[in-house]
């Protein structure tokens, strides 16, 4: 269908849904040029460019739906969903938004870290308890 006939049915503007495919949050035609800030762009053949226009397919449709959706249910822009999707799709990007996380102490701590901690306490403990009373035996399952 036609850029009108689908902006009826979402109840978008056609700039509206241009906008939102300009960042990438429609499937692309034939991403070969990169636009700004790195996303691919759209490109069309001769015909597109001599005077037809983009047909959407019930997928596109879907896609901008679910978009849209998204949208109006976190209360959030085009442009934060289509980081958010830049987000999942780049592990650099990814990584540097979650170590922003961990710093902000809205991520926790990589279990890692949490991990190197116990393991420290843990040797110290045994530390303590070599110096005290010799080598430590385990305790009997079911003991205190």
Do not use: C, W
Not at 10 to 20: F, G, N, V
Not at 46 to 59: E, F, K, P
Not at 115 to 141: C, H, I, M, T, Y
Request: positive net charge; aromatic residues 4%.
């Amino acid at each position: 269908m036609r850029i009108t006939e689908a902006t009826r049915q979402l109840d978008i503007t056609p700039r509206m849904l241009r906008y939102r495919e300009s960042l990438g949050l429609l499937p692309v035609l034939r991403p070969t040029a990169r636009g700004r800030l790195g996303r691919p762009t759209p490109t069309y053949s001769a015909a597109d460019r001599a005077g037809a226009h983009r047909q959407l397919s019930d997928a596109d449709l879907a896609a901008a739906s679910l978009g849209l959706s998204i949208e109006r249910r976190y209360d959030i822009s085009p442009v934060a969903l289509a980081f958010g999707i830049r987000v999942l799709a780049d592990p650099r990007v990814l990584a540097d938004v979650a170590e922003l996380g961990r710093r902000i102490g809205r991520i926790p701590p990589l279990p890692a870290r949490a991990l190197d901690f116990e393991q420290e306490r843990a040797r110290r403990l045994l530390r303590l308890d070599d110096k005290n009373s010799g080598p430590v035996s385990p305790r009997p399952a079911g003991s205190r």
